[in-house]
């Protein structure tokens, strides 16, 4: 109807143009482009169409509010300058040169601080082996100390990339698992919320332990990197929770020389290879065992269960050390461990291989593959 | 608008020649409009601030993209934005960031609305063609340069985008209903 009285109203010719037709050019309109004559001249005449360019208007406004809302009056002093600024200090040996610096340099401050922290990381011998800097966001590096265990497990957490939201550790204390995991569940300016759970399992239940981890309650914990959170596990112990933001994924956590210690082996990311075909990769999974007696266990469903131990083992075949990769034959067939990283100062390690796989009560194969480490000397007779 | 392409071409120049004050002072001018600008595009306050640091790295790195004759330095600064924001995109699917919570007020806060509910509910790439137009007010000869399109491309396109966001905002408010008119 209100188009209809828009043709009877136009007098001097017929106006023939829809709404639907007329709708762009209320948008031109609105934006101070010029139109149409027929385009005007329906516009003019036309309640709906005008209605829509009110709309407009009032979208317009609404959203320059919320953007006034959005975007401060000011930017804080080099905002992105003082975070770098902030990382770079931390490294602690060029504290003094830094500071200095910073009062007379003549390039912008955010750029030197990026330019900085790129020299620091090169000069520092962390950054071949830890960082290839990624821009997914922040990164909470989260230290969980483990009940009776001197060396914290690493867990580094992102608050935009998925795949690095969660993490966990599995241990064995007398003849039970203990797991436990930690997830990101949000962050807020330097503050997150952590969801925690944790399960325990008889020793020959191993393989159920991620789907009984799955089915327990989650405890969600307020955390700040600058207050250590205690997260009482029953019957296993109190978990301490430390952590610190970092401006990138490390790539190597834990690792702080690309060269293994005495006693150390390191296994990263693996591949287990058998006559030059993948038959598991454990991908995102690494273990550094470094104390006498310490092995790498393998669980490679098909493949069966593997030992690595720089000590001799009954029943273990020798394998030779290159650098990053293990080579043995075992029932015939031969095999090659590849790692991430440089395993081992030895040239020989021992592997005994099992055909047997860890399976649920019911005989049935574990799903997917697991890794873990734990002490020869301590572990139960069903391990060993 | 002569003058403004003259003041860009100016700071660009001083730019060229690694002249901090020059950058420093094209940074505060920009960088929290950017990052708005961002925010609306990644959805990630976090992810915003790193595309904006990598965007003016990358102005003060090569600054010899930048060509006058296209354009004002500021659609060149939203354009190489977009590109990154674009990338950024690209590295996350089908990921997506940790939900963020901001309370209260002040720079930074948001506020619930109408408005920001409704356009949240738009497609990243018509968010960011609003946001240009309405809160950046880039032209459409600008915008044609930010996305690579023609410039009639950049009028339907507004004029989809509104339609949309109109229709969403008018569902969003209660007892109120968009007029249409009718055909003949």
New interface residues.
Partial sequence: MACRAARRAAGERKERMRCDEAAEFVSALYDGETVTREAAAHIGACAACQARLRDYIEMGVELRRIASLEIPDEIPDNVAAQTWATKAVRQGAVQTWWRKGWETMRIPRFAFAAMVAGILVLASGLALTRVRARSEGSVLLLRLAMPGSDQPVQCPLSTVDKRWQSCGESQVKGDRWYSFDVRLLSSNNGRVRLGTRAASLPLNEGNKLSSALEQQTQHVYEFSPEEPLNVDVENFGSIQITGEWMDHMPQLVGVQEVDPGPNEMRVVAPLLIRDKQVVADFQGASAFPDKPGMVVMLNAPGEGKFLFSLTRMPDAVEGKVNLNRITFASNGQHYTLLSGAPITRAQQVWIRHDAWLVSDSKGNAPQGFIMSVYNMNNAPAGLK | MADDLETDLETWQRILK?D?EA??GF??EH???LT?FL?QVTG?R??A??????T??QM??RPNGYQPERGALKAYLFGAARRRAAD?WR??RP?????????GQG?????P????NA?QQLSKDQRML??L???EGQS?AELAEILGVPVGTV??R??AA??A??EV??AERPGVL???????
């Fill in positions: 690694r901090p950058f420093d940074y505060r960088a929290a409009r708005a925010r990630s976090q992810a601030e790193d595309v904006a640091q990598e003016f790295t003060w790195t950024w590295r996350q990921t997506e960031p940790v939900e963020e919570k901001t309370q720079p930074g806060a948001e506020l609305s109408l408005m920001s356009l609003l946001w137009r309405e809160v459409y009028r339907s507004l004029f509104r339609e966001l109109r905002w008018h968009p007029e249409k008119g009718k055909s003949a």
